[in-house]
């Protein structure tokens, strides 16, 4: 999945510490990311960035430290509008998802994911005075009222509901993803995880769900995400009632039919091929 990237390491520690010449300059736009990309990302480097300022007579925007890919840190920053560095461009982050290495794609969604907080939170919501940026720890504070803001991280379940040689496929409706999903969605305030599954199933396709169990979880920082895959059995036998606002297809799908994963990053994709070589092995998911 995205997050294996062994033997390499991230480090989200929060620190307060200055850029060297080789760190990793980050910065979005809209859901762009600027970087090269010339048959593997390439970030922009901190002492190519200075150099670019310099030469424009501009002067080099602040930074936030966001993590470190073993030795390699990397920061947030905003760009001029008009820069031009050879190479680089403003990428959509769905074409990210398809580019290597495995370990610049989860720095560059990670990164989008701490962007999206730092943007979304730039004033208190109880007393809507601007925030600060703690020295301390990966927090927003209001210095008048000290409400206390922490990264959003949205907890949510992807389900393989099976039934016998069969898992229920899915694909969304109005999204720019088109290929099989399984069925998913957020936790709802007071509910358990296994709860969600629950609801969700009988939300999206009208069916009731049995056997619960735990597979793995997974960041997922395109969406603020903490995804948590469950698989469950078919409870009893009905009409797909399909949820057309959410999906544009749900159909059970023979594991012999499941297709292969080519990008190796979502923890749907995984879930699918997990089903898929157990049945080919004679076990139970």
Partial sequence: MIQDIYPMKLDNAFQMK????DSRILAFRDRTVYLKNEGEITFLKYHVWVEYCKTHHKKVPGLVYLFSVDDISFYLTELYEDVEIPGFMYHKLFAVRSMKPKERVFAATTAWHLYVWYRDNQFCGRCA????HSRTERMLQCPVCNNMVFPKIAPAVI?????????????YAGREYKRYALIAGFTE?????????????????????????YYKSQPWGFDSNLLMGFFCDLAE??????????LSLAEWVDY??????????SLTREMMTY????????LNS
């Fill in 237 to 246: 036998e009905g009409e797909i009632r399909l949820e057309e606002e959410e």
């Fill in 18 to 21: 200055e850029p060297d010449a």
């Fill in 256 to 265: 012999r039919d499941v297709p292969d994963d080519p990008e190796g990053l």
């Fill in 275 to 282: 089903f898929r070589k157990q049945r080919e092995q004679g």
């Fill in 159 to 171: 389900i393989g509901l099976t039934n016998n040689d069969q898992i229920m496929m899915t694909k």
């Fill in 129 to 132: 005075h601007p925030l600060v």
């Fill in 189 to 213: 305030i007071g509910e358990t995880a296994e709860e969600t599954v629950h609801r969700e199933v009988m939300e999206e396709v009208g069916l009731k769900v049995k056997n619960i169990r």
